[in-house]
Nanobody, 120 residues
Framework: VQLQASGGGLVQAGGSLRLSCAAS????????VRWYRQAPGEQRELVAS???????NYADSVKGRFSISRDNAKNTVYLQMNSLKPEDTAVYSC???????????????WGQGTLVTVSS
């Protein structure tokens, strides 16, 4: 199973970006997916999560500005980021809890990070 995170870039404050986390490989189903971020010199922070049923949770710092969604047919989770602030600058990574065929065991996988830079 591989996770591919994409969509990062440089944006001005107040702008928007949409991150994608696409899973591929030997997948039976995908349970929860989480987006994390880590700014330079800071600890990794859980930004948003979505369950298999579509329930969502957000860090207080992004509530009302970020929205997480999923397209199960594409095995992809999105993080829509609006009203971006310089303090949102970080490397964003996704983590997915994937059920594999045959055994139906759940494993967690990380995607590579994608850099989001918000200029003031």
């Amino acid at each position: 199973v591989q996770l591919q995170a994409s969509g990062g870039g440089l944006v001005q404050a107040g702008g928007s970006l949409r991150l994608s986390c696409a899973a591929s490989g030997n997948i039976f189903s995908i349970n929860a997916v989480r987006w994390y971020r880590q700014a330079p010199g800071e600890q990794r922070e859980l930004v948003a999560s979505i369950s298999s049923g579509g329930s969502t949770n957000y860090a207080d710092s992004v509530k009302g500005r970020f929205s997480i969604s999923r397209d199960n047919a594409k095995n992809t989770v999105y993080l829509q980021m609006n009203s971006l602030k310089p303090e949102d600058t970080a490397v964003y990574s996704c983590k997915a809890f994937v059920v594999v065929p045959r055994t139906l065991y759940e494993y967690s996988y990380w995607g590579q990070g994608t850099l989001v830079t918000v200029s003031s």
